[in-house]
């Protein structure tokens, strides 16, 4: 219907020739089938005027006798004859029946249709122009005819001998179409009025809705509106980030491919944001809308979503919001983490090493000979990671005890000392080192911080030489955490606990919530309370679970000394007895 090349009218003005045509062809519509019906009915109404007065006439006792006798007479038409009915009786009733009803002719015939009365002379004793049978015949007749005088609606009625009611003529009045079509004018001029009217508003009413539409279209014409179609199409399923947009409603407007997978939902455009299936902090984030990034897990995955408001022309639009998938980057950044700590190690070893050998030469300088034997002798029964994480020999998988040692590095350089529980014994290998070292990881950090953030600090650690062979005493004022594994099968039971200040009472219930953590936020990208809740959802997708057993305090510090909170893991099928995965792999 409409061109969209560039040259063409503009939607706007288009809407409303169209209305406007579509208005004027049905008030068109409209008013000739008025005319048609008010024609009809017009030729009715004076149809039966006519028929009024004729039946009038032809009952006036005059009309009958005076008919009656001249039906009985052998009239022989003639100037004598005009003469008599032109100053005859029923002449002068036929004329005042025409003057008084404005009527165009009132004719008076005999039985054999010669007229006896008739608005012309000349016209007297000759047979009426019209077939008069079905009147004589004692039918009454409503016709629009064309006679002598004229086009007319005339009516017909038969006039009756009294007493023995033998039809002895007729009684025709006609009304002219002249007067029937001047009403129907004078009708059509007041309906015009109303037409006119309609077709007003209608034109104002295209105007309205073409304005309407330019405003819900934003003033775009149809070839801008497909073009955008095409190459919103074409970004939303071709970036590699998933979008969800809604509407000032908060209904579902487009949705792509990846933000269904990422987020882990099946819907389609128009539903609300609240039947999606979202996860509570992703749907908070939604809401807010104010840009900020924040992360969060949505099953085994770990997102970054980012909301914000659309505005055009200073009127809100609703919302859009941006998926990107971390889990990758998560998974690179623990591995760099775990590298870090490693190479930490390693340096506090190089530096202790390097005092080691000062005193072997030192010792050697000096001629003491035995004692540079003796520590010598010390050092090779003593290795690197035992000497830093005491008891490991009860941890079979390397890959295990290399990540507790690399804690234990990561800890000493905060000032935290990391020690091993005593019922630790993991005698088999690990199935799953990811999901194990993403809970034991998460446990792990977050217990170190919390025992950091309870202890004054101190100096640092990094240059400094150590002993930690040598276990804190209780009590000493030394952050502590502890770190218990223990071996049931192909299932693993994890406990860390810490000598923290514990989970405030009114966190208890929501610690594994998205979003929720003890600590400040402020300058996190994407916020805190990951870590937690992600270990939750991996545990469970194992079958397993993440508790707090313990949320720990201040109060309970007289029984016992790491007072601070205690969090159990359970993590079936992450152990085996064969080689360890990550091994096999390698």
């Known amino acids: 219907m409409f061109s969209l090349g560039p040259r063409s009218v503009r939607l706007r003005?288009?809407?409303?020739?169209?209305?406007?045509?579509?208005?004027?062809?049905?008030?068109?519509?409209?008013?000739?089938?008025?005319?048609?019906?008010?024609?009809?009915?017009?030729?009715?109404?004076?149809?039966?005027?006519?028929?009024?007065?004729?039946?009038?006439?032809?009952?006036?006792?005059?009309?009958?006798?005076?008919?009656?006798?001249?039906?009985?007479?052998?009239l022989q038409p003639g100037p004598q004859l005009q003469d008599d009915l032109a100053d005859g009786q029923l002449q002068r009733i036929a004329d005042d029946?025409?003057?008084?009803?404005?009527?165009?002719?009132?004719?008076?015939?005999?039985?054999?249709?010669?007229?006896?009365?008739?608005?012309?002379?000349?016209?007297?004793?000759?047979m009426v122009s019209t077939d008069p049978s079905k009147v004589l015949a004692g039918a009454e007749v409503i016709i629009r005819e064309h006679g002598t005088l004229g086009e007319s609606v005339r009516a017909k009625v038969p006039v009756l001998q009294r007493g023995t009611g033998r039809v002895v003529g007729e009684v025709s009045v006609g009304i002219s179409t002249t007067a029937v079509r001047e009403q129907l004018l004078r009708d059509l001029r007041r309906s015009g009025l109303l037409i006119v009217g309609a077709l007003c508003a209608g034109i104002a009413g295209s105007v309205l809705l073409a304005r309407r539409w330019h405003g819900l279209t934003l003033?775009?014409?149809?070839?801008?509106?497909?073009?955008?179609?095409?190459?919103?199409?074409?970004?939303?399923?071709?970036?590699?980030?998933?979008v969800v947009a809604a509407d000032t409603a908060w209904r579902v407007t487009v949705i792509n491919d990846e933000a269904r997978r990422l987020l882990g939902i099946d819907a389609a455009p128009g539903r609300d944001i609240d039947d999606l299936g979202l996860t509570p902090r992703v749907l908070e984030a939604f809401r807010a809308a104010d840009g900020q990034l924040v992360q969060a897990a949505v099953g085994d995955r770990i997102v970054v979503v980012t909301a914000r408001s659309v505005i055009r022309d200073g009127r809100p639009l609703g919302a859009v919001l941006s998926?990107?998938?971390?889990?990758?980057?998560?998974?690179?950044?623990?591995?760099?983490?775990?590298?870090?700590?490693?190479?930490?190690?390693?340096?506090?070893?190089?530096?202790?090493?390097?005092?080691r050998l000062h005193l072997l030469n030192g010792l050697l300088h000096t001629g003491r000979a035995d004692e540079a034997s003796q520590y010598l002798?010390?050092?090779?029964?003593?290795?690197?990671?035992?000497?830093?994480?005491?008891?490991?020999?009860?941890?079979?998988d390397p890959y295990l005890q290399a990540f507790l040692s690399a804690k234990a590095a990561h800890a000493r350089e905060q000032?935290?000392?990391?020690?091993?529980?005593?019922?630790?014994?993991?005698?088999?290998?690990?199935?799953?080192?990811?999901?194990?070292?993403?809970?034991?990881?998460?446990l792990i950090d977050n217990a170190i911080e919390a025992a950091?953030?309870?202890?004054?600090?101190?100096?640092?650690h990094g240059d400094a030489p150590t002993a930690p062979s040598v276990e804190p005493a209780p009590g000493t004022g030394t952050a502590l955490v502890e770190v218990e594994l223990v071996q049931e099968g192909e299932t693993l039971h994890i406990a860390v606990l810490d000598s923290g200040d514990g989970v405030p009472p009114e966190l208890v219930d929501s610690v594994f919530t998205e979003g929720v953590s003890t600590r400040s936020a402020a300058g996190v990208p994407g916020g805190r309370g990951v870590g937690l809740a992600l270990s939750r959802q991996v545990a469970r997708a194992r079958g397993g679970d993440v508790l707090l057993a313990d949320p720990g305090g201040a109060g309970k510090a007289a029984e016992k000394p790491l007072h601070g909170a205690e969090f159990i893991a359970r993590l079936p099928g992450v152990l085996t007895e064969g080689e360890p995965a990550w091994a096999a792999e390698n």
Do not use: C, K
């Not at 025409?98 to 008739?118: E, K, M």
């Not at 010390?378 to 035992?386: A, D, K, Q, R, Y």
């Open 415 to 442: 000032g935290v000392h990391l020690r091993l529980g005593p019922n630790t014994w993991v005698s088999a290998n690990l199935a799953a080192p990811v999901d194990v070292t993403t809970i034991l990881g998460n």
């Open 377 to 396: 002798a010390e050092l090779l029964g003593s290795g690197p990671l035992g000497a830093m994480l005491p008891g490991m020999e009860v941890v079979a």
């Open 452 to 460: 950091r953030a309870r202890t004054t600090p101190g100096p640092a």
């Open 219 to 242: 003033g775009l014409e149809p070839a801008e509106l497909a073009e955008l179609v095409r190459e919103q199409d074409a970004v939303l399923h071709g970036i590699g980030e998933g």
């Open 97 to 126: 029946a025409r003057l008084r009803t404005n009527a165009l002719f009132v004719v008076i015939t005999d039985d054999a249709g010669l007229r006896l009365a008739h608005p012309e002379r000349a016209r007297l004793g000759e």
């Open 13 to 74: 003005t288009q809407i409303v020739l169209l209305q406007v045509a579509v208005v004027g062809v049905t008030v068109g519509l409209a008013f000739g089938v008025f005319a048609y019906i008010g024609n009809q009915r017009l030729s009715g109404e004076y149809g039966e005027r006519a028929l009024a007065i004729a039946r009038t006439v032809a009952s006036e006792p005059d009309v009958r006798a005076e008919v009656a006798r001249y039906a009985d007479l052998a």
């Open 323 to 355: 998926v990107r998938d971390r889990t990758d980057v998560e998974s690179l950044t623990r591995q760099l983490d775990a590298v870090r700590s490693l190479s930490t190690v390693l340096r506090a070893q190089r530096h202790e090493f390097a005092n």
